[in-house]
Nanobody
Framework: QVQLLESGGDSVQAGGSLKLSCAAS????????MGWFRQAPGKVRERVAV???????YYADSVKGRFTISKDNAKNTLYLQMNSLKPEDTAMYYC??????????????????WGQGTQVTVSS
């Protein structure tokens, strides 16, 4: 059984930094795409950053240059380093993974596994 467990969410002031973690258990796909989505109240869930088994990464334009996604294969843990945080980054952040396959689709429907979310709040 695949489980994704996020941690690291917090309340910070604008300009601050946070590092989110997603510990994956039972996830044994050799070919995959994993990443982070976020959803603010009243808004659709959007893809923030993803990384596939080839090491290819993708970032939403709104976070390019500020966020960095990485994965520690030995620990089976995904990270999202978030710097220069802005109030508009406030959202619930979800870890997601495909059910095999390295294609990193934009649609949330392509991701078979989800964590429960971790809240990030950025105050001005």
């Amino acid at each position: 059984q695949v489980q994704l467990l996020e941690s690291g969410g917090d309340s910070v002031q604008a300009g601050g930094s946070l590092k989110l973690s997603c510990a994956a258990s039972g996830y044994t796909y050799s070919s995959y795409c994993m990443g982070w989505f976020r959803q603010a109240p009243g808004k659709v869930r959007e893809r923030v950053a993803v990384i596939n088994s080839n090491g290819t990464t993708y970032y939403a334009d709104s976070v390019k240059g500020r966020f960095t996604i990485s994965k520690d294969n030995a620990k089976n843990t995904l990270y999202l380093q978030m710097n220069s945080l802005k109030p508009e980054d406030t959202a619930m952040y979800y870890c997601a993974a495909t059910g095999g396959g390295s294609w990193c689709a934009q649609s949330r429907n392509a991701y078979a596994y989800w964590g429960q979310g971790t809240q990030v709040t950025v105050s001005s």
